[in-house]
């Protein structure tokens, strides 16, 4: 059941539709995507410029485009979000310390083309080196370049999604030639995998090396794929051996001098300590 309700603002009347939901008992559980699916133009055929005039801003659903026809983004859940900021954490901590990237936590559109096929994708994250010929500005919404790392979350155990993350996103960001390739399987993470191009321009898998992945792209980023899902504390990582010499620097260098002045404080009362002794024993000497 819909109803229709009116907004007036700047003298012009907007329409909008506010569907109203059927009562729930706890036991049953509204899919709030399957609706927005359903209302949306997903699987509607438009040309370029009709997708990036009225869809590519839509603020309800988040469109992409794959050769004409109109596709949507699945919605991430709340402990995905929990799980992606403990990872772009450690990645802006490596960034920080090594300022050769930048990175996007929102998901600009790139064109891929692959003759005859177009598609523009939007990435749940991306990483683009300083060293990439094209860099992103500050009022743009798009990117007109190739980004150098492409991160999707997938949250959803629908197979379309699924399929589309694991395959042809996929073989899409390849032949764009992104550099690296993060998939984060949040629910049951069978289809987490971390690639990276070969010389011939195919992913393959990056090799965890006692469950840790290091970046091909990104000299000396490396994180545990455990922690991921654990999401441990940025502070307990200051001393794990896969992180210490990125995480949190300013903070190791100001705990660093504070031990050192403890250390100075302490030798300097022992110092203290040690000359009032030898004052008390030259007392005891001199006293008749």
């Not at 939007?122 to 500005?137: C, E, F, H, T």
């Not at 032949?175 to 049951?188: R, S």
């Not at 971390?194 to 980023?221: A, D, E, W």
């Amino acid at each position: 059941m819909y109803t229709q309700a009116l907004h007036k603002s700047s003298g012009i009347e907007v329409k909008s539709h506010i569907q109203r939901f059927p009562r729930k008992s706890f036991c049953q559980k509204l899919d709030v995507e399957q609706v927005l699916v359903q209302q949306s133009d997903a699987g509607l055929m438009v040309n370029e410029f009709e997708y990036w005039d009225k869809y590519y801003h839509d603020t309800t659903v988040r469109y992409e485009w794959n050769n004409g026809r109109l596709e949507i983004k699945d919605m991430p859940t709340y402990i995905s979000i929990v799980c992606m900021n403990f990872f772009l954490d450690c990645l802006e901590q490596y960034l920080i310390s090594n300022p050769i990237a930048t990175l996007i936590k929102y998901d600009p559109a790139f064109t891929i083309i692959d003759q005859p096929k177009k598609t523009i994708r939007r990435p749940d994250y991306s990483v683009i080196l300083k060293s990439n010929p094209v860099q992103i500005a500050n009022a743009d919404c798009t990117y007109s370049g190739t980004y150098d790392i492409c991160i999707e979350l997938l949250s959803d155990s629908k197979k379309k999604y699924i399929s589309k993350d694991t395959v042809a996103r996929k073989k899409e960001y390849a032949k764009a030639g992104v550099f690296e390739y993060y998939i984060i399987d949040i629910n049951k993470r069978t289809h987490t995998a971390f690639y990276h191009l070969n010389k011939n321009g195919n992913y393959v898998k990056i090799r965890s090396k006692n469950g840790v992945i290091q970046s091909t792209v990104l000299p000396g980023f490396q994180f545990r794929i455990e922690d991921i899902y654990r999401n441990p504390n940025l502070i307990d990582l200051i001393d794990d051996d896969v992180y210490k010499h990125y995480m949190l620097l300013n903070f190791q260098k100001e705990r660093k001098e504070k031990e050192i002045l403890l250390q100075q404080l302490e030798k300097e009362r022992i110092e203290k300590e040690n000359i009032q002794k030898e004052i008390e024993n030259l007392k005891k000497r001199l006293t008749p």
